[in-house]
């Protein structure tokens, strides 16, 4: 079965500084991570995804994230944290080796909150 | 392209009426997700389709739900009868590649 964790409800930083937002998985093969931003009343905006290659992986809006096979993770970053960075973040993951190959499994997210 | 399309944004009904549900997908996507999003529960996914097939709706929390996609560019969610505990934002998906595009949602509001 594959899973997917983001271990904090809520991040606060202030502007200028960088963030990270984490997230792990468990899957029974290769996975596809991915990350989803989510405005106020809108629906989900895919910023990033890593499949193979390098391990950094750079999505929009200045986000980067880091993959780690042997941490089975997928932290979001960012070096310097902007006030619109605010939103609701999703880790997500597919399983190419299921038979559900087409599904994704979303975290239960996390609460970016940029102070002035 | 236009992106995922969803009508309504909003609905308000009352419990015991059937609700319909909107989606046209991104014209070329040959997959089709519906979610729901509460705080309680968060985001879950209720059923997909492939080439307008569908894969699994394992996620479909009662018989009540049905979800129907007749053509490439057109589909269906629907509850009969709602019930308040329905409330929720639904999304509609869809998929080419592996990333999904996620419509604007329908505000559902059963009272």
């Known amino acids: 079965a594959q899973s997917v964790a983001q271990p904090e409800d809520q991040v606060n930083v202030a502007e200028g500084n960088p963030l990270t937002v984490k997230c792990t998985y468990s899957?029974?093969?290769?996975?596809?991570l991915f990350w989803y931003v989510q405005y106020p009343n809108r629906g989900l905006q895919f910023l990033l995804k890593?499949?193979?290659?390098?391990?950094l992986v750079k999505g929009s809006y200045g986000f980067e994230a880091e993959f780690n096979k042997s941490q089975t993770s997928f932290h979001l970053k960012k070096p310097s944290a902007l006030v619109s960075d605010s939103a609701l973040y999703f880790c997500?993951?597919?399983?190419?080796?299921?038979?559900?190959?087409?599904?994704?499994?979303f975290g239960s997210g996390t609460r970016l909150s940029i102070r002035p | 392209d236009a992106g995922v399309i969803q009508s309504p944004r909003h609905e308000v009904t009352e419990m015991g009426q059937e609700v319909t549900l909107r989606c046209k997908p991104i014209?070329?996507?040959?997959?089709l997700f519906w979610y729901r999003q509460t705080m309680m529960r968060g985001l879950e996914l209720l059923i997909y389709?492939?080439?307008?097939?569908?894969?699994?709706d394992s996620g479909m929390p009662e018989d009540r739900f049905s979800a129907k996609m007749p053509n490439a560019s057109f589909s269906t969610l629907k509850i009969q009868p709602s019930e308040p505990r329905d409330s929720a934002v639904y999304f509609c998906?869809?998929?080419?590649?592996?990333?999904?595009?996620f419509g604007p949602g329908t505000r559902l509001t059963v009272t």
């Open positions: 998906a869809s998929s080419q590649t592996g990333v999904q595009y």
């Open positions: 899957v029974s093969g290769n996975p596809y």
């Open positions: 890593y499949i193979t290659g390098d391990n």
């Open positions: 997500a993951v597919r399983d190419i080796s299921s038979s559900s190959a087409s599904k994704i499994i």
């Open positions: 014209s070329g996507h040959d997959y």
């Open positions: 389709f492939n080439n307008n097939v569908p894969i699994d």
